[in-house]
């Protein structure tokens, strides 16, 4: 296909998750914000440039590296970029990630919640943090378990981070709307009111569910190449 052609699939396939996020927030009675995160992930600039040309600001990336490789120069042609990290961190990556990304969606545990503290401290930058949680309790999977997550939250409160939600992916095989619903409860009960939730397959649900952030990849951009 034509670079002219992926470019006007993009701006009509983000009209048209936009339209859908404002039709499910009406039928959810919403009177809150619903924000959409376009997530780039894979994706290369002239890929992801119609979106940002439609007015598209809040972007993911799940990996600090890849993100380095491609933010800095869009956000000189674009001004008010907001660059949400949604992938696991690594100690390593944090002083990268606390320079790059506005919001940290993935703080899942005090070791990272302590480098970034401690990144912020010497970048002289703080990026706002969500905690993620694993919402369904399953092993090998992301995310702080529900049961420790009101103590994580204290402490990355107590370091210092602005802690604005929670963000979950629920487990895949399962309707996802009980793990919408036990995320915002989750987070009412840390004291919190924003939940991130809701992917291309389950956005419109996760926004009946009470989501302030939804995270929205293929519907966008087209399917990807197997995340590697
Ligand atoms: C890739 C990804 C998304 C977007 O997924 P799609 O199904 O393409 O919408 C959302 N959140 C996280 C954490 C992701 O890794």
């Avoid at 702080?144 to 210092?160: H, K, N, S, W, Y």
């Amino acid at each position: 296909m034509s670079e002219h052609r992926v470019g006007e699939e993009v701006a009509q396939r983000l009209a048209a998750v936009r339209q859908s996020i404002a039709e499910a927030a009406e039928a959810a009675g919403r009177a809150d914000p619903v924000d959409l995160v376009a997530v780039t992930k894979t994706f290369d600039a002239d890929h992801i440039r119609p979106a940002l040309e439609a007015g598209q600001r809040m972007v993911g990336e799940n990996r600090v590296q890849e993100a380095g490789g491609k933010w800095p120069a869009l956000r000189e042609e674009f001004d008010g970029i907001e660059l949400h990290l949604l992938g696991p961190l690594q100690s390593n990556k944090t002083k990268d990630a606390v320079e790059l990304f506005d919001v940290i969606q993935s703080v899942d545990r005090e070791k990272i919640a302590n480098a970034i503290a401690k990144a912020a401290d010497s970048v002289g930058r703080m990026p706002r943090c969500l905690v993620q949680v694993n919402i369904g309790n399953e092993p090998q999977k992301a995310g702080t378990l529900p049961d420790e997550t009101a103590a994580l939250v204290e402490r990355c409160r107590a370091l210092g981070l602005t802690v604005d939600g929670l963000m979950a992916i629920p487990p895949a095989d399962h309707p996802p709307g009980p793990y919408f619903e036990a995320l915002t409860a989750l987070t009412a009960a840390c004291g919190l009111s924003d939940t991130s939730m809701g992917m291309s397959g389950d956005y419109r649900e996760a926004i009946a569910h009470g989501a302030r952030w939804v995270r929205v990849g293929s519907a966008i951009f087209g399917s990807r190449p197997p995340i590697r």
